[in-house]
């Protein structure tokens, strides 16, 4: 009888996080160059400053923690998390903002609960979450994707972002044309139906284009990390139907008050959130059909938020109140053990 001799291990070259975090900023330079392009040099400064901060605040963590530094700091989480909250935040927040949500990002969500691999919440939502509710101002202030200067539509220049983002300069190139987004305009568009707010802003006019190149930005982006198998179908396939399919539910029952199904897919963090933060292996649930469920309830919240809350985009709420879920959605769709019948489900398990 002929055997199969088949060697092992089969997995070639283990997957370090270092190799995942580089990945991942590979992933992430589609959105980054389409949020320069369409938005301005905002979006490099602010990640150049929070990766900085981000170093500075991991090292002093790790020192006071008596870690080795070399070893901690070469894995680029908190290069990563400092790019996530950098992405999210308006191109022309004041450096003190970024400050702030960095050192709640790195010193509190995550090295007050032990460091990598502890955290119970997603550090970028853990400190956007904090400034949303702290700054709502600074926080809501996004200046439309073009200016308008003497010779035309172009970008303002660097340095003049430079200015405004860490000496305090009135932002002279964006006071006409300094507005909400997409989706604040939807939000609070006061006595308008929709297709009367469509008509009537210069954001849903003339900026949504940027919006959606900048979500296929990201998608491309998170096709990229399907590809490279960093991170699984699950969870962004089940929020993004699960976000598309209710949104098409409530448009076609009235369209007048609610947003199209496209809309809602490709304006705000949709693309971002969908492939680069729900997919955080820590905070999120872990079996497969955990992920289906993690994503299905984001989508849904982000709907409930989006609609009738306060806040225009909902995704930090939504993530942190799922990291918060997901240990229970893990105890209840654990997968069958090879060798038993049955999953292990809840707290008293069956064999």
Known sequence: MSLIRMSSPHVYKANSTANVMRLVMLAMLPGILAMTLFF???????????????????????????????????????????????????PLAPWWL??????VAIVIAKHLYGGLGQNPFNPAMVAY?????????????????????????????????????????????????????????????????????????????????AWHAVSAAWLMGGIFLLYRKVITWHAPVAMLVTLGLISSMFFGFDPDNYADPLFHLTTGATMLAAFFIITDPVSSATSNRGRLVFGACIGLLVFIIRTWGNYPDGFAFAVLLMNLAAPFIDLYTQPRSYGHSRANKGRGGNS
Do not use: C
Request: aromatic share 14%; hydrophobic share 50%; net charge negative.
């Open 129 to 209: 979450a904090l400034l949303l509710i702290s700054f709502p101002v600074e926080m809501t202030r996004w200046n439309l994707p073009f200016v308008l200067t003497g010779e035309g539509w172009s970008i303002a220049p660097f340095f003049d972002t430079l200015g405004v983002i860490f000496g305090g300069a009135e932002p002279v190139f964006f006071d006409q044309f300094t507005g909400a987004t997409p989706l604040d305009e939807i939000r609070h568009r006061g006595g308008l139906t929709t297709e009367e707010a469509w008509r009537q802003s210069e954001v849903l006019a003339q900026g949504i284009g």
């Open 40 to 90: 301005g040099w905002g979006t490099l400064i602010q990640i150049a400053w929070a990766a900085l901060l981000a170093l500075g605040f991991e090292a002093a963590m790790l020192k006071l923690r008596k870690r080795p530094l070399g070893f901690y700091l070469g894995d680029y989480s908190a290069i990563v998390t400092a790019m996530l909250i950098a992405v999210a935040l308006p």
């Open 98 to 103: 970024t400050g702030v949500g960095v050192f």
